[in-house]
């Protein structure tokens, strides 16, 4: 509106600082500038961050406006640019006018999937700044970039957890005892992601471990999160805990979570000593530890017999209709219930198209894949779509454009977790399980990803 345009034009010559700021960012949104006319609004924006570098209201400050004005108008190289420039010392000598340049970083990686890969040696090169070091490890992508930095800072007060952190969530080891210890003084959901990293990457289990015991001894009635989340990370090597466990389970009796039963039943055989208070306990999860720790499948029989065949929602099921198909097959009534919960939208449908597919085989590929495409980027059930259509291989072809067309984006992908630093590591790590799949999928000759993808770190 043009009345709307004049009094815009009217704020910013406004004698407050603050007003004439949000009134050049709120001009520079509106995307009507061209050439030389929007250079003066971003001039003007740098000229009063220059002068004072106040929160402009609501939280937000200059800085994170005026990166929230470019990354709405996808002016990703105009973000670069002055990233570099605010965050440069001969250029920018203020600390604050280089933290606001690192809030504009924090705003393009969020943005941006190349962002991390431009803007990390920038980060990087301003040792002085706990912010610049926070951003990298935010992101997954920077602080692979950045392992080294992260590693130097890894004895600092202050800064020691966050580098352990981020380095533990991308399998450094460097990171691991420090990450041992942080487990007895804090708990953040991060660490879990650290030590399932870790674990991946072949660490040594033995002193998370020992920590996690020692946790749950302290609280058996109540344990604590982190515990159990290490405990799962490392799977099989966790059997050392297996009496903290027992312990566990008797003091909670039927309020036992069902994390509890699945750590021991990714334990495996070795958690046996298990086994006869698990054949007691009327949780439906107990069932699944017994199969997974005996292999006896009759375990499984029993439990589906006692299920209808038309059962659309079972929480279990699935799993133990899965386990079934890997080893020995499902018998024909057995069949039936898995399609009848294959047709369920959601969970049930993503969690029983291995075993489907596994079964059925190729005659079921087309239906398969049509239901696994509803699910592809989608934060919780894409991975596992994404790992069933890549054993699936060049029978899942038809999804392949669907995936380069993700692969291929710019922007995040957009994912509505609650926090943004969660989404963009949603984002990388959907991006990183996408090429994965795309891999398999394709084939041996066809095993590079789109050029674009080549360019996300």
Not at 232 to 242: S, Y
Request: glycine share 8%; charged share 25%; with cysteine.
């Amino acid at each position: 509106m043009p009345q709307h345009r004049s009094l815009l034009e009217s704020l910013r010559s406004d004698p407050a600082l603050a007003v004439r700021l949000l009134a050049n960012v709120a001009v520079l949104s509106r995307g009507e500038g061209k050439g030389a006319e929007e250079a003066a609004w971003n001039a003007a924006i740098r000229a009063d961050l220059e002068a004072d570098v106040p929160g402009a209201g609501r939280g937000r400050t200059g800085g994170e406006r005026w990166a929230l004005a470019l990354t709405r108008l996808d002016r990703e190289e105009d973000c670069y640019a002055w990233v570099h420039r605010l965050t440069d010392p001969a250029e920018s000598p203020r600390v604050q006018v280089r933290l606001e340049g690192v809030r504009m970083a924090v705003e393009a990686m969020r943005t941006w999937r190349a962002a991390p890969g431009r803007l990390t040696p920038v980060l990087t090169g301003l040792r002085e700044e706990g912010a610049a070091l926070r951003a990298v490890a935010a992101s997954l992508t920077a602080s692979r970039l950045a392992v080294e930095a992260l590693a130097e800072r890894l004895d600092d007060p202050e800064l020691g957890p966050v580098a352990a952190t981020a380095l533990g969530c991308v399998g450094d080891h460097r990171a691991f005892p420090y990450l041992v210890r942080s487990m007895l003084v804090r708990d953040e959901p991060r660490l879990g992601e650290a030590f399932r990293a870790l674990a991946r990457a072949g660490a040594d289990p033995r002193a998370p471990v020992a920590a996690a015991r020692e946790l749950l001894a302290a609280r058996p009635d109540s344990p604590p999160g982190l515990a159990m989340r290490v405990l799962a990370a490392f799977g099989p090597a966790a059997a050392p805990a297996v009496p903290e466990l027992i312990a566990t389970v008797r003091a909670a009796g039927n309020d036992t979570p069902a994390s509890t039963f699945r750590i021991l039943g990714r334990i495996g055989p070795a958690a046996a000593d298990a086994v006869p208070l698990l054949r007691q306990h009327p949780s439906p999860h107990a069932v699944l530890a017994l199969l997974r720790i005996t292999s006896d499948r009759t375990v499984a029989d029993r439990y589906l017999a006692g299920r209808p065949e038309d059962r659309r929602r079972d929480r279990l099921a699935p799993a133990l209709l899965t386990w079934i198909s890997e080893n020995g097959g499902l018998t024909v009534r057995q069949h039936r219930q898995l399609r009848n919960l294959f047709r369920t939208p959601g969970f049930g449908q993503v969690d029983t198209a291995g075993a489907l597919w596994r079964h059925e085989g190729p005659a079921a590929a087309a239906e398969v894949v049509e239901a696994l495409s509803e699910y592809l980027f989608d934060d919780l059930l894409g991975p596992r779509a994404l790992r069933v259509l890549g054993a699936m291989g060049v029978h899942a072809r038809p999804v392949l454009d669907r995936l380069d067309g993700f692969i291929g984006r710019r922007r995040r992908g957009g994912f509505h977790i609650g926090d943004y630093d969660a989404e963009m590591r949603a984002d990388e790590m959907m991006l990183a399980a996408t090429i994965a799949a795309r891999n398999q999928i394709a084939g041996p000759g066809e095993q590079s990803p789109p050029p674009t993808a080549l360019n996300q770190g």
